[in-house]
């Protein structure tokens, strides 16, 4: 029943920019957690940014002055804007929603285990 349908990505030059956006239906809570999430290739999947339900956001240090999150609470979607991309930024995100979630610690980038439903992932593709 609860659903999250992402959109955008694509593929870039370096130091160009995207917006990823993550739409949550079939659930009716006021607030919630959520993070967006990359999978690298060959790599693990990592958190990227969160946002709790207090709507304090946390950046994974790789990303901090160039990644945006914004939460439209009234239509539950949530954005990432992604400036200045750099080639490792590459990879496969996913956003993710956490639906009794209250607060992440100060500076906490979520985990993929603290994540109950997930977006369908969309590919982000940044070329030298």
């Known amino acids: 029943e609860v659903e999250l349908v992402q959109s955008g990505g694509g593929s870039v030059q370096t130091g160009g920019s995207l917006k990823l956006s993550c739409s949550v239906t079939?659930?009716?809570?006021?607030?919630?957690?959520m993070g967006w999430f990359r999978q690298g290739p060959g790599t693990e999947r990592l958190g990227v940014a969160g946002?709790?339900?207090?709507?304090?956001?946390s950046y994974a240090e790789s990303v901090k002055g160039r990644f945006v999150v914004a939460r439209d609470n009234a239509k539950n979607i949530l954005y990432l804007q992604m400036n200045s991309l750099k080639v490792e930024d590459t990879g496969m995100y996913y956003c993710?929603?956490?639906?009794?979630?209250?607060?992440?610690?100060?500076?906490?980038?979520?985990?993929?285990?603290?994540?109950?439903?997930w977006g369908q992932g969309t590919q982000v593709t940044v070329s030298s």
């Open positions: 079939g659930y009716t809570a006021a607030t919630y957690c």
């Open positions: 993710a929603a956490h639906f009794f979630c209250k607060s992440y610690a100060r500076g906490y980038v979520p985990s993929p285990e603290d994540l109950h439903y």
């Open positions: 946002i709790d339900a207090d709507d304090k956001i």
